[in-house]
């Protein structure tokens, strides 16, 4: 509806009052509750690209855009079948809600949704007026998501799957832009890998200037590591911990999917109330292989901690604060290792390589 109101601004108007002037309640404005008015503009703020062939692995989605302060959400679809408001199925729903903070991830199927996905592995990305990118790969099994060159989230295939795809639409951004390719490497934006450092012993800081370490982290280790030396991460843990991994992998990349040597996952979710937690070991090598589980992690919520991961001639040996938590036998060549990865509630704050001979390691 064009706004015929005594403000006269003539632009499209679903607001109780258009912004520009506050016409008194006898105006022409049509009245409904603010919130309401919102997602009916949101909803008309929108485009859609019809697909000229369809998502295949490596499909590349770019979109740009700014979140505007009177929207209070925007949505990327991937959907199937004829778009039609409210009926159509839509493979991939990522709904920003900038009220709530977070971002929902769901799949819609004969008009009803099914459960709604909301975990990530950062923080919520989005502000009002700050231009954004977000990256979309898609997989075999699931569409990853990057916003800014940073990994988000990823959102595995359900029915129907975006392989059957036919159109992407964009609401709620009013200056979007939308470009499909593909690609051979995710997130294409990403900055450049940070490399660990290597020191003579654990009690030395390395020489070079570190890094700020981030919040789910990958850094590179171009040299691997040695039979004998140990990979040494102090990081704090979050107050309210809940599970974090270490991933030993051999390449500093999200996607193509790395193969993961060593998988150290830590979770303290589950009977949190034992003054232990489990400690999941196990590696990806194409698939998951047999998990090797124990309960023998004593951490302190919200302390410092170092976790080192040490190379021996058959195995990977895992310290908590010179505590062993856990070995896991080479199940590929250990001099495949060419990076690292961190996510979770663990923050690092020094990250090295140096021999283990030089630290009195003990069970």
């Known amino acids: 509806m064009v706004c015929q109101g005594k403000c006269g601004c003539g632009a499209l108007c679903r607001r109780l009052f258009c ?87 769901n799949t819609r199927r004969r008009g009803k949704w099914g459960p709604e996905e909301t975990t990530a592995y950062r923080l919520y990305p989005f502000k009002v007026n700050k231009q954004f990118t977000i990256e979309i790969v898609v997989d075999e099994t699931e569409t990853l998501w990057a916003v800014d060159g940073d990994h988000y989230c990823s959102y595995v295939h359900r029915n129907p799957s975006p392989f059957t795809a036919r159109w992407i639409e964009v609401t709620g951004i009013r200056d979007a832009f939308l470009k499909i390719s593909k690609t051979d490497n995710y997130p294409t934006l990403a900055p450049e890998r940070p490399e660990i450092s290597l020191t003579t012993s654990i ?97 302190i919520p919200g302390t410092l901690t170092t976790f080192q991961i040490v190379r021996g001639p058959t195995e990977w040996s895992i310290y908590a604060d010179d505590m062993l938590i856990g070995e896991l036998e080479h199940r590929a060549s250990p001099g495949g290792v060419k990076a690292l990865r961190v996510r979770g509630d663990l923050y690092p704050q020094r990250i090295f390589l140096c021999p283990a001979t030089s630290t009195p390691i003990r069970d």
């Not at 105006?27 to 000229?52: I, K």
């Not at 107050?239 to 040597?261: C, K, Q, T, V, Y």
């Open 203 to 299: 009690d030395n800081p390395p020489e070079t200037e570190q890094p700020v370490w981030k919040p789910n982290l990958i850094a590179k280790i171009t040299k691997g590591v040695p039979e004998g030396y140990q990979l040494v991460i102090t990081g704090r843990l979050r107050p309210m911990l809940h599970s974090f991994a270490i991933d030993l992998m051999d390449g500093a990349r999200e996607w193509p999917l790395p193969n993961i040597h060593l998988h150290v996952n830590v979770r303290a979710h589950v009977e949190s109330q034992r003054d232990r937690q489990l400690v999941v070991l196990n590696a990806w090598l194409g698939a998951w292989g047999m998990e090797r589980r124990q309960r023998t992690a004593r951490l």
């Open 19 to 105: 912004r520009e002037k506050q016409p008194p309640p006898d105006s022409d404005h049509e009245e409904m509750p603010f919130t309401l008015c919102q997602l009916a503009e949101s909803q008309d703020v929108n485009f859609t690209q019809t697909l000229s062939e369809p998502l295949t692995i490596g499909s590349h989605i770019i979109c740009t855009g700014t979140p505007s302060e009177d929207i209070p959400w925007f949505a990327i679809n991937i959907g199937s079948e004829e778009l039609e408001a409210g009926r159509s199925d839509i493979s991939v729903h990522f709904n920003v809600r900038q009220p709530q903070c977070y971002v929902v991830r």
